[in-house]
Structures are given as structure tokens and as C-alpha cells.
Nanobody
Framework: QVQLVESGGGTVQPGGSLRLSCAAS????????MGWYRRAPGKQRELVAT???????NYADSVKGRFTISRDNAKNTVYLQMNSLKPEDTAVYYC????????????????WGQGTQVTVSS
């Protein structure tokens, strides 16, 4: 019911920065939390950062201090500012949203974006 569209990926040199965006759309819904996950070549998907509708954030230890997640609840959009990028950050980054259907129930649902490639290389 909720569709997610990511943007902002690309190729950057080590130490550079990128800003990812993810916009959620669909029928009436209320976001519980949104976040970013990534899957590097040959590795399992891992959490990068999450943020609740109230603004509480959580980061993976590997990105803490370098990445910042933020949101615009009115636009149902989440951002990921990535600074001091390292080659190990190279991965496909997926937007994630957990939501409820407004005025129907408190049951939570999940949606995933298609992913955006981030490559950190000289």
C-alpha cells in the first residue's frame, strides 16, 4: 500500500559525501518508522539507520558519527546524509518504512524501496 522511491545514490571518492532521499506515497497511512538498510556485495542486508515519527534515531556502529538520518513527516520523506564515506560503505541502500493504515487498525506493515547504488571508490 505504501510505495517508496529512493534517490541520491552515485559514485563518490573516499572521504566524500552523498545525501539519499526516500519519499513514501500511497493510500492513507501513518508512518511508524523509516530507515535505511544496505547490502554490500557478498554480504547480508544490514541496518544503517532508522528514525521514528517522533524523531528517535538509531545507527549502526559502523556509520555512527558519519551518517545522519532525518525526516520530514509532512512529506513522508526520510533523508540520509552520508559524510566521510569509506570504500566499505559501497552497497545498495534500501529505504524501509513501517506504517499503519489510518483509522482501520493498529497493525503494522512494512514496505521496501527498490534500492539505490552507492559506490565509494577512487
Amino acid at each position: 500500500q505504501v510505495q517508496l522511491v529512493e534517490s541520491g545514490g552515485g559514485t563518490v571518492q573516499p572521504g566524500g559525501s552523498l545525501r539519499l532521499s526516500c519519499a513514501a506515497s500511497g493510500s492513507i497511512f501513518s508512518i511508524v518508522a523509516m530507515g535505511w538498510y544496505r547490502r554490500a556485495p557478498g554480504k547480508q542486508r544490514e541496518l544503517v539507520a532508522t528514525i521514528t515519527s517522533g524523531g528517535s534515531t538509531n545507527y549502526a556502529d559502523s556509520v555512527k558519527g558519519r551518517f545522519t538520518i532525518s525526516r520530514d513527516n509532512a512529506k513522508n520523506t526520510v533523508y540520509l546524509q552520508m559524510n566521510s564515506l569509506k570504500p566499505e560503505d559501497t552497497a545498495v541502500y534500501y529505504c524501509y518504512a513501517r506504517y499503519t493504515i489510518v483509522a482501520i487498525s493498529t497493525r503494522e506493515y512494512d514496505s521496501w524501496g527498490q534500492g539505490t547504488q552507492v559506490t565509494v571508490s577512487s
